[in-house]
């Protein structure tokens, strides 16, 4: 089974490598991608049903490695810079000021999230700190759904009280 499977990868390997290169748009992630997705059909050998479309079931096993792959790279965040020269990522005619810490001060969205009930104050914490929601959800052992609306009322009444406060001081 094992040499007829090598047989027809070999038949269609220029569709293969042609696809790769339509999926990466570049040589050398094609090429790791038609590698990728060789292993994958030798290794999977004694899934693929005799008298089916071969070049199909190979294009497939290809678009789901690549797209597996993709969601990988997403989940940690690379950026693919396809620029020529990386001086253009951080380059610009001027430079933009954020002024967010001048407009708030860290002090005063402290006394605002203190005031918030505790209800939404606690899961509104552990997401500043860093906790998924799932975990939240785990840690104070309420549904996932709960946390996300506690966390989003929670942002909606921190907007309401801070445009209270800067009514009251102008």
Known sequence: MLSRIQDHLKNVTNTLKAFSLKLTGNSADAEDLY???AMRIIANADKYQENTNFKAWAVTIMRN???NNYRKKVRRGVILDQTSNNYYINSGDHVIR???ETNVSYGELMKLVNRLPEEFK???????QGYKYDEIADK???PLGTVKSRIFFARKKLQ???????????
């Open 122 to 128: 606690v899961p509104f914490w552990m997401a500043y």
């Open 98 to 100: 954020n002024a967010g």
């Open 35 to 37: 590698q990728d997705t």
């Open 65 to 67: 490695v690549f797209i």
């Open 160 to 170: 309401k009280m801070y445009k209270v406060a800067n009514v009251e001081r102008a």
């Open 140 to 142: 104070l052992e309420v």
